[in-house]
Each structure stands twice: as C-alpha cells, then as structure tokens.
C-alpha cells in the first residue's frame, strides 16, 4: 500500500514567493496532520483535519501560512509570502486513529 | 499541558552494545498513547511502536524492547546488540487521545551514533 505522499521532496525559492507544499494521505484515514522541524524548535504541530475540516489551526505561526483539505486524498500548505525563516523541513501525517503515519518530508529553503 | 522529555541528546556506542533511550512524559489524561519514531539519515519518520495508557505490558520485537512503566511516568526504548543501520534519531511522542484529536506531542529526540 502507499504511504503518505508529499510533493515536492526539495523546494528552494527566493524570500517573497509563494510556496505550495502537497500531501496526499493514505487512503481511509480521517485524520491529516502538518509539522514542521527546524533545529531550533525540532517538530512542531502546525495544524491538523479530521474528515477534511481543520480542528486546530493554532500552530500555525502567521496568517503567512495557510492550510487547506479540499478532499480526502489531499491537501495543501501554502507559505504567502515565503521568508528565510520558513527554511525548514516540513511533514505531513495521515492516521486512522492514534498511530501517524509520516510522508518522506519536504525540505524547504527560502533564500 | 502535555510535555515529553528525552534527557539523552546524542549517545554513541559500538556496533553489538545494548543501548537504552529514556523517555518521560507528562498528562493529566487518564487516556493516553505513547510512541517511538525513528529518523534516519534519510529523513523519513518511521513509526515504531504504539502503547497505550491501560497496557503496561512490555514489548519485543526482534531487537526491540520497550519498557514502559506508568509509576515513573517512563517509555524507554532498548536496541539489544546494536548495528550500524540503527543509527537514526529517535523520537518518543505522546498523545492525548481522550478528547480523539491524537494530537502528537514530540520531544527533542535523541540521537544514536552506532560505531562499527
């Protein structure tokens, strides 16, 4: 079975632009969840869906980011506009209950 | 709020060494899980194990044990005789899953160097 797919693996773009990160999660898992990991503050929850409604959004670090889950088979986390401090790598999780499952991450660097 | 603490930041050893990662938690829940991930030079999060609150039961798997013991609050990760490809950081999480959210609390990590 595939696991959790995120697009792209590396994106590198100048401080300004708009930056769209992907996930599409494991087929029959209601819940989809966005993190980040930096060295500084290792992984941190940025928001997360339950049957493609966001429930908690309060990770969130500015109305730069935003998050959305048209459907079950995907979502979408845009930084607008992107900044230096974005530069980290960010993970997308599906579940069906308590265990996550992770995609391989998108490695992000805003120049 | 709910926290993870793991007090080990790098361990080394020597490839066939049994090694421990602690792990200590706090929650107010009554009904809670506990996880281990491990990340590979690669970068990928690779789910390992999931405990939940009402079983104390200590794992095996292959190599792999983990003793967790509600007492002290711990979940710690043991790695018998050690290879190279264990050679990862490893994460201990916890959730909250009495509200059903599951959110994910980390802790820092702790990284292990196995030597040949």
């Known amino acids: 079975d595939a696991g959790v797919i995120q697009s792209p693996r590396h994106e590198v773009t100048e401080m300004g632009q708009e930056v769209t990160l992907r996930c599409k999660p494991i087929?029959?898992?209601?819940?989809l969840f966005w993190y980040r990991q930096t060295m500084m503050r290792g992984l941190e929850l940025l928001i997360y869906f339950n049957n493609n409604v966001p429930i908690d959004d309060s990770g969130m670090p500015e109305d730069r980011f935003s998050a959305k889950m048209p459907n079950a088979s995907f979502s979408t986390l845009k930084i607008q506009p992107s900044e230096p401090r974005d530069s980290a790598v960010y993970f997308c999780a599906s579940s069906l209950g308590p265990a996550q499952h992770f995609g391989d991450g998108t490695r992000l660097s805003i120049l | 709020a709910q926290k993870v603490t793991q007090a080990q930041t790098e361990i080394s050893v020597v490839e066939k060494e049994d090694v421990t990662l602690d792990c200590v938690y706090e929650t107010r829940d009554t009904t809670y899980y506990l996880f281990w991930y491990k990340q590979p030079p690669s970068g990928e999060l690779v789910f390992l194990i999931r405990r939940n609150s009402f079983d104390e039961q200590n794992e095996i798997s292959g190599r792999y044990s983990w003793n967790f013991q509600k007492s002290t609050s711990s979940f710690n990760f043991t790695i018998t005789a050690s290879q190279v490809v264990d050679s990862a950081v490893y994460f201990c999480?916890?959730?909250?899953?009495?509200?059903?959210?599951?959110?994910?609390?980390f802790g820092k990590g702790t990284k292990l160097s196995v030597i040949p």
């Open positions: 087929s029959g898992h209601d819940y």
């Open positions: 999480a916890l959730s909250e899953g009495g509200a059903g959210s599951y959110q994910l609390t």
